[in-house]
């Protein structure tokens, strides 16, 4: 009895309803129009990519051949890096977005840059190892992060060395090292190579991926891209995915034999780390066999130096470790770096 004669009974309700109604449709028509206009251009666009009605064998034919002789022509531009094309041309992104379909086209440039990030991190997470060359302090060593090389300081890293050297003795007199001894340190030292080529060819499987379907979906209607994707190019691609993976497991398993070397830059690696040693070996007998003097008269400012040249050349050649296990792990870790950087791979695994 309170309420308002126009709030109540049913033909109060029903105007009510539908003026509450009609002011919801009316927000809502703007967006329903946008929406069946998208609907409208995805149709055309679906419409258009259907080409000339096919009616018998022969018509059907001749558009899958058509179909896939631009499909074809798309994917060598791609390959080979030719983006002239109006197909390469919209939508081209500066920061080289990967999760963009326009940058996924420019496919060997994707690859090219996929290639080098794959170099970087071959570089600086391809070792198990990174040795300090300044001697930080003696201690044994701990397993750290499995995803970045773990830190040595140089008396750590040739205790690391004793140990392998320890495991592999053979006939050699003590001084010397097992020839094979390199092997195991190289094996030891490269052992995240596999994991990070198989996260590389991880990559550029899904880039070529959502490449030849993006290009299908741009080419053809959605039921023929269906059918194509299933019956002809999945197969054909899991079939050269397969053979990715297996000339990646052929060459881990080269790296798995014992590492022979023709490369003038081994020798070169061993040699300039000698010299380093010998470098610091003198520079600290100079240092020890250097005095310096005021000169009485002249205050502060005029200072007399002294250098024993006879001491010196005595101490640098008295300086050698008298430690034969020593002095084999020294030379054993100067030939571990010079096969590691000549093995380790300077050019791209993907072409």
Known sequence: KCLPADCVGIDSLRSRLS????????????????????????????????????????????????????????????????????????????TFDLSL??????????????????????????????????DLGVGKFSKGDPSKAQHLSKSEALQWVHEVIVRTRGKELIGNFNPLVIGELFWEQSSKWEKLAAAHVDRVVDVCNRFLKTLLHDKCPKDVATRVWSSIIEDDLNNRVAAAYKELKQLVE?????????????????????????????????????????????????????????????????????????????????CLMGIYHVRLPSSPLIE
């Not at 020890?288 to 502060?300: A, R, S």
């Open 19 to 94: 003026l509450l109604l009609f002011e919801h449709v009316k927000r809502e028509l703007p967006k329903l129009r946008q929406d069946l206009e998208i609907a409208l251009s995805e149709a055309r666009d679906q419409l258009e990519l259907l080409g000339k009605a096919r009616s018998s064998p022969s018509e059907c034919k001749a558009y899958l051949a058509q179909l896939s002789l631009g499909y074809h022509n798309i994917c060598n531009a791609a390959i080979n890096g030719h983006y002239e094309g109006a197909y390469f041309r919209g939508g081209t992104d500066r």
């Open 101 to 134: 379909p326009a940058t996924i086209r420019r496919t060997r440039a994707v690859i090219q840059s996929l290639n080098t990030k794959f170099a970087e991190e071959m570089r600086t997470k391809g070792k198990l190892y990174e040795v300090d060359s300044r």
């Open 254 to 334: 080269e790296e798995k034999e014992y590492p022979i070397n023709y490369n003038h830059y081994y020798t070169e690696t061993i040699a300039a780390r000698r010299r380093e040693r010998h470098k610091a070996s003198l520079v600290r007998c100079v240092h020890n066999n250097t005095t310096e003097e005021q000169i009485e008269g002249y205050g502060d400012e005029v200072v007399s130096t002294t250098v024993d040249i006879d001491q010196i050349v005595s101490d640098f050649f008295l300086d050698a470790d008298p430690n034969m296990e020593d002095f084999s792990c020294e030379e054993a870790l100067d």
